[in-house]
């Protein structure tokens, strides 16, 4: 018999967290412009799937944070980003030679992520990969964008596959609507079919069919994929 609900969604975190672990293992100790208060990537815009959004919730009061926000959020839902095709959709339609559908481009003045407050992320123990991933040689503030090494990038993609692939049967959206989905459906478990994820403004998710890394990556990231095969991410 297979592993009842509740013990599959606590399998899923585990490996979730082991996945940021090593990505953090991957990122360089040194040589990044990143500090504590920087915050100029802490907007509305972050994006996280259902599976980060209950493991958020589950370890911070992210909820109430939320909560004394609403009004402003409420105000601002225009601005804040929200994806039309997840990351895995969007390779398999690559793949194929088709045209993914087109996204909006994500307003970089859209507000700062109501988890913060005095520039310090209140959730940073159990941020999302969508932050984690951020990172620069140079400061964001100074030049406008974050300068980050192809083989970073192309790191990134391929991790945020793998998040999306360990919760395929949940939903991928904007982290504010992500938070009050899982919060509206009583916080025992992340919206989980595709009328639950279009209900709350989300998108189903999909699982890893291909890999989105480019030809001059495939023989340096080799020893990275066997590892993460070996501990549960195929």
Known sequence: MGLQKKDLLK????LLEALYRRFEDFLPSGGTACRKGCDTCCTLNVTIT???????LKKTDAVKVLEKQESRLRAEAHNRYRPRTTINEWAEVCAAGEAPAEEAT???GSGS??????RLCTVYPARPFGCRCMVSKRCCAETGFADMEDFHVTVSTVFQQ???HLDADGCTGNLVDVLLAISRNGDSAPPGSSDDCRA???LPNRPLSVLMVPPEHRERIAPLLAELRSIGYR
């Open 113 to 118: 992520c109501p988890l913060l407050k005095e």
């Open 50 to 56: 259902t599976l980060e959004g209950y493991s958020l």
């Open 11 to 14: 399998e899923k975190v585990r």
């Open 162 to 164: 793998l998040v999306e």
């Open 200 to 202: 709350f403004r989300l």
């Open 106 to 108: 994500p307003d970089p």
